[in-house]
């Protein structure tokens, strides 16, 4: 199956045996965006949403998206997860917040997963608080920008002709 390491030689999925790597200092940084009407995002800058603290609230569902990776995405490792770190920008010309999530770990295997995962959620949940007020919200642009450690080392994606770094 060529360099795809969730399968055997039969084709069949498997999960990856890291039981014979060496734990190492690993870290993700992924990204994304949620693009809403000017109203909502007004709300949500002046903390007008009946639901509440919107960013605050899905800061918390992005650390704890990440911390449960494992559980949602198959053949996905167990990490310990040593830090999760939120962030948000809100960009006023184009009525859009950018979310950032940071994901550490030493341990066999990276974080690259729960570093998606947990913006992923973020944004989720930031759709979740404001869909009353607009349910036309569009989430786009969920990339990796960068990881390090473990065997296959550093990735940027703009060194990888990737360039979309939202904040």
Not at 9 to 17: P, S
């Amino acid at each position: 199956m060529g360099n795809f390491t969730h399968f055997d030689l039969q084709g069949n999925a498997v999960m990856v045996d890291v039981s014979e790597k060496s734990d190492t200092v690993r870290e993700a940084v992924a990204c994304g965006r949620i693009k809403m009407s000017e109203e909502c995002f007004r709300m949500v800058k002046n903390g007008g949403m009946k639901k509440g603290d919107v960013l605050g609230a899905a800061r918390i569902a992005g650390i704890m998206g990440a911390k449960k990776t494992s559980e949602l995405i198959p053949l996905c490792h167990i990490v310990r997860i040593t830090g999760v770190e939120i962030e948000f920008e809100l960009r006023s010309e184009i009525c859009s917040i950018e979310a950032r999530c940071t994901a550490r770990t030493v341990d066999k295997t990276g974080v690259e997963m729960e570093a998606l995962t947990g913006v992923s959620t973020a944004l989720l949940t930031i759709y979740d608080m404001c869909k009353a007020a607009d349910k036309g919200m569009l989430i786009e642009c969920i990339h990796l920008l960068q990881k390090s450690g473990g065997k296959s080392g550093t990735f940027t994606a703009k060194e990888e002709g990737f360039n979309i770094d939202l904040m």
